[in-house]
């Protein structure tokens, strides 16, 4: 927690000012359509397990959300 593991993802995500991936809002959307983040790797504060839990919840909603989304519209063509 004390060190994120964001190099894994520097050119292909965008990253905020504090070495973190940016996310929308409070959301786990990344810049990159499809891709989510959660944990430490958004959270430059806290860096706590409970917190990161939470964080991957909200990243699991966003996703399923997302493929909702994209399985609506394959419908509607």
């Known amino acids: 927690g004390a060190d994120p593991r964001t190099h894994l993802v520097h050119g292909q995500l965008d990253l905020a000012p504090e070495g973190t991936i940016a996310v929308e809002g409070r959301s786990s959307k990344t810049s990159l ?17 409970a917190t990161a839990a939470g964080s991957g919840v909200v990243a699991a909603l966003d996703a399923e959300h997302y493929l909702a989304d994209i399985a609506d519209a394959e419908k509607a063509e």
């Open 33 to 49: 359509p499809g891709v989510f983040a959660a944990g430490d790797v958004v959270d430059p504060t806290y860096k706590q397990a």
